[in-house]
């Protein structure tokens, strides 16, 4: 029997076409997706490039519009001031410029200006002599006929000069002589004595008792400046009796003889309360 001759297996073949043909398409499929990158990252620039194209365009169509409109606003300006003020600022003819049309709107202001204050002078004026149609416009007027501002002006400083005048004069009132005031004269009497007043119990009690609280009254105040002396004085004396001991032992010694000594202010309010009982 003749040897079977061996060849490739047709599924193994299938397979590994199979194999290579999905490896080649996500190959494929990744070189698209980048080539598309690339033209979408190409169609990006050029947005961004066609924006500010048109953004450019845009700006420089609101300026041209905003010349436009200034012209506009100057013709109709000047076809407003085609009358008196185109005509004088013109010299009778000829092209008016911007800068005489200026020129004769500050002048029409100003006379306007002008002729406000005088009618406000005018209407101030009448609102005074309204005021003064009584005894002072009277007799500024003589009788009758205009009256005139400075004749009201005179007529009202002859009645401030009358009203100071009366102002001036003395007013005679009887002033009834003020009597003596008897606690004052006891209370100076008592501070020349050099006794004080005192209205009631407490009152008594407190100024017979102020100069023994005011001896020491707050003696705790002067307890760091009295110890500070007492160790100065005393731990000298404590060294040279206990040369063996240490500084923190020698000064719980003088604390001890501190709480105890009579230079201690506390212990001196205690002996004055002592004495006194």
Excluded: C
Excluded at 213 to 240: F, G, I, S, T, V
Aim: zero cysteines; charged letters at 40%; aromatic letters at 2%.
């Amino acid at each position: 029997m003749p040897k079977k001759k061996w060849g490739d297996n047709p599924k193994a073949v299938e397979a590994r076409t199979r194999k290579e043909n999905k490896k080649r398409e996500e190959q494929e499929k990744v070189e698209r997706a980048k080539e598309d990158a690339l033209w979408a990252d190409d169609d990006k620039h050029l947005k961004r490039k066609q924006q500010r194209k048109a953004d450019k365009e845009s700006k420089k169509q609101e300026q041209l519009e905003r010349k436009q409109e200034k012209q506009r606003l100057l013709e109709e300006e000047m076809a407003q001031l085609k009358g008196p003020a185109a005509k004088s600022a013109a010299g009778g003819g000829g092209k008016v410029t911007q800068a005489q049309i200026q020129a004769q709107m500050e002048r029409e202001k100003q006379q306007a200006a002008q002729k406000a204050k005088r009618q406000e002078k005018q209407r101030l004026l009448e609102e005074e002599m309204a005021q003064l149609k009584g005894p002072a416009a009277k007799s500024a007027a003589g009788g009758g006929g205009k009256v005139t501002q400075a004749q009201i002006q005179a007529q009202m400083e002859r009645e401030k000069q009358q009203a100071a005048q009366k102002a001036k004069r003395p007013e005679e009132e009887e002033v009834a002589p003020l009597e003596e005031n008897v606690n004052r004269l006891i209370a100076d009497q008592l501070a020349a004595e050099g006794a004080v007043e005192a209205r009631s119990v407490e009152e008594a009690i407190s100024v017979l008792s102020v100069k023994e609280a005011a001896a020491d009254r707050h003696p705790e105040r002067r307890m760091k400046a009295a110890y500070n002396k007492y160790e100065e004085e005393n731990l000298p004396r404590l060294k040279q009796e206990n040369p063996n001991m240490r500084l923190s032992q020698l000064k719980q010694m003088l604390k001890k003889d501190w709480m105890k000594s009579p230079e201690n202010p506390m212990n001196q309010r205690n002996l004055a309360f002592n004495a006194k009982s």
